[in-house]
């Protein structure tokens, strides 16, 4: 019925850099009113335009829900991703006016929970800082265990430690702290929610022990950060729009589709929501999917395919877009 | 110009009526001549002047005999007002849409004034003047969502979404076509819907959860749904089915006109900024055979998706004893000729 969300005509109010890694950006509405209220979790989809090419990266929001004048997202710069993170560091500076999506929420709290128990990994870490804005707003019962490479690549750890002091606990991967997981997750009270946000492997841990430790799927939450990755060109035809386009190495198939004039409907552009899931007509060659959407089945099938996140090496493939 | 509220009942006497300019209004939801389900769902945008869908919460000249109405449904059972205890931010939610979308639609009749938390809320049609602090339930006379719906036309339901489904965990109910809050408080999406017959084999409810967890803020959505009533009552629910069950078999030949009503919902589903939730306002309209028929077309069109209605949803919607009464009287106004493409009068 619609493709994506409502848009938000945006200024940047300010650039941060945090680390040497990490750049905070500050928007603001161009009209001078306040953004839309968002819940802790939400994010929003970022239009770069880069030259000739358009770009959409969702970015989790970070500042307070109860603080609407300006959003805030935090950028990690990725030397060999599609070029995004890179653009928003280098070309995105304070008075530039940007399109941001409305605020989208696929990683919300459970509200019911007695206790949230957050693990954040790198840069995932960012959705936490709005939830637990939120929740401390609220009195809510909330522990946050962060893991990073050293002191100094913690993105906003200071800050965490301290608003909330004794509820913020750190580990560095430098000096070999390790979280406790099993001890941790052995000893939460009952009502506790589990909710864990960062590289593949440490979602994928922490949801193998919560699971093996007895934990009810439903009280364990995660968001993927499935950036597009780049890869090889390759063309495909959109049978229904008879079109023939051509994917470069630094796009996704996803926006190599709306370059070309057609708009599935998508939300998170990281592969998770299954908005702009898209049938494969025919192809010989082999897909490289990267999404969390799709059964193992229906990857093996060859059958569908999420051009957000993922791509194609072969001779041809036809879509039905 | 303000709106002339009328002074009318939904009970006892009924003397509920709709004025000629609120007949022309009515949400008629038929736009062809037969009726069967679809997942009638579109974007819930501003319509045409002087039609229901003018605001996007639609305020009119029955607003205050219904909200004196819900106050006397709630003094009987005050179980028709529930919120499960993590639905309280859902609760500040709607109440920051309905005090938005009132004020904005009838500034004579409602004013919202905010400095930070600090909130006035002027309410003229029910002499009501508070002033809160946003997010302290301590500063209100009820729960938020209780303060506010006692103030809103139509039912509202609170749903929660985790796990791939909604649950329905608030809600304000006392206009309602036979179903209860008490009952489905806490149930999901599937369960509510299980007594809805034919629906589920098409797979109407799977794509209506898929669409409805997708629902996104900014963008509402809205659906028409319909029955029929005897007696212009609000109260419809299972537990009141001593009262209002047995106005079914009082449908004569000659009370047809007065005692039929057709109920029409508006239902529409808006995503909740703060809770992640989903509210879903189901907004009843009743309209009289006698007040239907006025407008031609509707009469004719009435008629043959009545005549026409498989067994099952006659069934479903509770017309079995009086249908056949209904059709005879609605033929008579059935000269046969072609009825125009939409919903609107001619």
């Known amino acids: 019925m619609s493709t994506g969300t409502t848009k938000l005509d945006v200024v940047v109010s300010d650039v941060v850099p945090v680390n040497e890694l990490v750049t905070c950006f500050h928007f603001r509405r161009r009209d001078g009113e306040l953004l839309p209220t968002f819940s802790g979790g939400a994010h929003v989809v970022v239009e770069m335009r880069d030259g000739d090419r358009t770009r959409l990266n969702p970015y989790s929001l970070m500042g307070s829900p109860l603080d609407t004048r300006e959003y805030t997202i935090s950028v990690r710069r990725d030397d060999v991703g599609r070029g995004g993170s890179l653009f928003m560091h280098r070309s995105v500076k304070p008075g530039l006016e940007m399109v941001i999506s409305y605020p989208v929420n696929l990683f919300s709290l459970d509200l019911r929970a007695k206790k949230h128990l957050m693990l954040a990994g790198g840069i995932g870490i960012t959705p936490f800082m709005a939830q637990t804005a939120q929740l401390a707003g609220e009195g809510g019962n909330f522990e946050l265990h962060y893991t990073c490479r050293t002191a100094s690549l913690g993105t906003y750890a200071d800050v965490l430690r301290e608003r909330y002091d004794r509820r913020i606990r750190l580990y560095h991967d430098d000096r070999d702290e390790r979280i406790d997981l099993d001890r941790l997750l052995s000893t939460q009270p009952l009502g506790t929610h589990l909710y864990v946000c960062g590289p593949a492997g440490m979602i994928n841990w922490v949801r193998d022990r919560a699971a093996a430790l007895g934990w009810p799927s439903e009280a364990v939450h995660f968001e993927h950060f499935a950036a597009p990755q780049p890869g090889l060109p390759f063309d495909v035809t959109l049978a229904v729009s008879g079109k023939t386009i051509r994917v470069d190495e630094q796009q996704s198939l996803l926006e190599a589709i709306e370059a070309a004039g057609v708009d599935p409907p998508y939300l998170c552009r990281g592969g998770v929501c299954g908005q702009c899931e898209t049938n494969v007509i025919s192809y010989d060659g082999k897909f490289i999917h990267n999404d969390h959407w799709l059964s193992e089945e229906d990857h093996r099938s060859g059958c569908k395919i999420m051009p957000c996140v993922s791509r194609f090496e072969g001779r041809s493939l036809v879509l039905e877009r | ?346």
């Not at chain 2, 709709?18 to 022309?24: G, L, V």
């Open chain 2, 1 to 346: 110009m303000g709106i002339t509220f009328r002074k009318e009942t939904f009970r006892d006497d009924f003397t509920f009526r709709n004025s000629p300019e609120h007949i022309r209004r009515f949400p008629f939801p038929f736009h062809e001549d037969a009726y069967m389900y679809a997942v009638n769902i579109e974007p819930h945008v501003v319509g045409p002047k002087g039609s229901v869908l003018e605001n996007l919460i639609d305020v009119d000249e029955h607003y205050v005999a219904e909200m004196q109405d819900r106050a006397l449904v709630l003094a009987e059972d005050p179980l028709r007002c529930q919120s499960l205890p993590h639905m309280t931010l859902a609760g500040w939610d709607l109440l920051e849409l309905l005090m938005e979308q009132q004020a904005l639609g009838y500034p004579e009749h409602f004013t919202l004034t905010r400095d930070g938390d600090r909130w006035r809320w002027i309410n003229r049609p029910l002499g009501i003047d508070d002033t809160f602090t946003f997010g302290d339930t301590s500063t209100l006379p009820y729960g938020p969502m209780e303060y506010i719906t006692r103030q809103s036309q139509g039912d509202f339901c609170i749903l929660d979404q985790r796990d791939g489904n909604l649950w329905m965990d608030a809600g304000m109910v006392t206009t309602q076509a036979d179903w209860s809050l008490d009952f489905d408080i806490g149930m999901n999406f599937f369960e509510w819907h299980a007594p809805v017959p034919l629906a589920h084999e098409k797979g109407i409810f799977t794509r209506a959860l898929k669409f409805l967890t997708n629902i996104q803020q900014g963008k509402p959505a809205r659906r028409l749904n319909w029955t029929m009533t005897i007696n212009p009552r609000l109260d419809t629910s299972p537990e009141n089915y001593h009262k209002w069950g047995p106005d079914r078999t009082t449908v004569t030949p000659e009370n047809v006109g007065d005692k039929v009503h057709l109920r029409v919902e508006l239902q529409s589903f808006w995503r909740l900024p703060r809770s992640n939730g989903i509210v879903f306002p189901i907004r009843c309209y009743l309209i009289k055979m006698d007040e239907l028929v006025t407008q031609p077309k509707w009469a004719r069109r009435l008629h043959r998706v009545i005549r026409d209605l498989p067994e099952e949803l006659a069934t479903y919607k509770g017309l079995t004893r009086y249908r056949p009464t209904l059709v005879e009287w609605l033929s008579k106004l059935d000269d046969g000729s072609a009825t125009s493409p939409g919903f609107g009068p001619d």
